[in-house]
T-cell receptor, first 111, second 111 residues
Framework: DAKTTQPPSMDCAEGRAANLPCNHS???????VYWYRQIHSQGPQYIIH???NNETNEMASLIITEDRKSSTLILPHATLRDTAVYYC????????????FGPGTRLSVLP | DAGITQSPRHKVTETGTPVTLRCHQT?????MYWYRQDPGHGLRLIHY???????DKGEVSDGYSVSRSKTEDFLLTLESATSSQTSVYFC??????????FGAGSRLTVL
């Protein structure tokens, strides 16, 4: 499974869009991009995933570049409750056996 | 988290004693997982199950055993706890590939 690179930390002002980048330059054609987040001391929470098209749900949008070597998770109107560690994971379509959570990006939403 | 319950949530035990953590789900999901989370190591998969009585090892399975006699319950056992097994343990369930729902975690301290 492809390795991902994320910035260790980011800040965002409350009410503004938070754009979290992820590089996955070695991604294969059958690998998906998944995003999870972990709010302090809680279990990780699934946010969104995609293969090559941009995706949007009630939580966030996922923008994948045309060459699929990078992606951006967008939280359109960040709130203080969005402060968390965000994990970008690239993986084939299986059932979590190889789900590896790296260090992620610590997003701090500031008032 | 709705549909998945871990017990106990906190436990302190002594080296050499057996410990069992329980994960209970009400979602009837086929797949269940046990992860541990430690500072500097992120989340690491211990064992997973793909059905009743069907289990397999993850990345850090040494010193742990699991059992799944019913769809709803996945037990993690430390036969003889060691201080290196002090950690936060998360259970997760899934029905869709790679979309995991995590429990609230069980904090285990081995003295």
């Amino acid at each position: 499974d492809a390795k991902t690179t994320q910035p260790p930390s980011m800040d965002c002002a409350e009410g503004r869009a938070a754009n979290l980048p992820c590089n996955h330059s070695t991604i294969s054609g059958n690998e998906y991009v998944y995003w999870y987040r972990q709010i302090h001391s809680q279990g990780p929470q699934y946010i969104i995933h995609g293969l090559k098209n941009n995706e949007t749900n009630e939580m966030a949008s996922l923008i994948i570049t045309e060459d699929r070597k990078s992606s951006t998770l967008i939280l359109p109107h960040a709130t203080l409750r969005d402060t968390a560690v965000y994990y970008c994971i690239v993986i084939r379509d299986n059932y979590g056996q190889n789900f590896v959570f790296g260090p992620g990006t610590r997003l701090s939403v500031l008032p | 988290d709705a549909g998945i319950t871990q017990s106990p949530r906190h436990k302190v035990t002594e080296t050499g004693t057996p410990v069992t953590l329980r994960c209970h789900q009400t979602e009837n999901h086929r797949y269940m997982y046990w992860y541990r989370q430690d500072p500097g190591h992120g989340l690491r998969l211990i064992h997973y199950s793909y059905g009743v009585k069907d289990t397999d090892k993850g990345e850090v399975s040494d010193g742990y055993s699991v059992s799944r006699s019913k769809t709803e319950d996945f037990l993690l056992t430390l036969e003889s706890a060691t201080s290196s097994q002090t950690s936060v343990y998360f259970c997760a369930i899934s029905e869709m590939p790679n979309v995991l729902t995590f429990g609230a975690g069980s904090r285990l301290t081995v003295l």
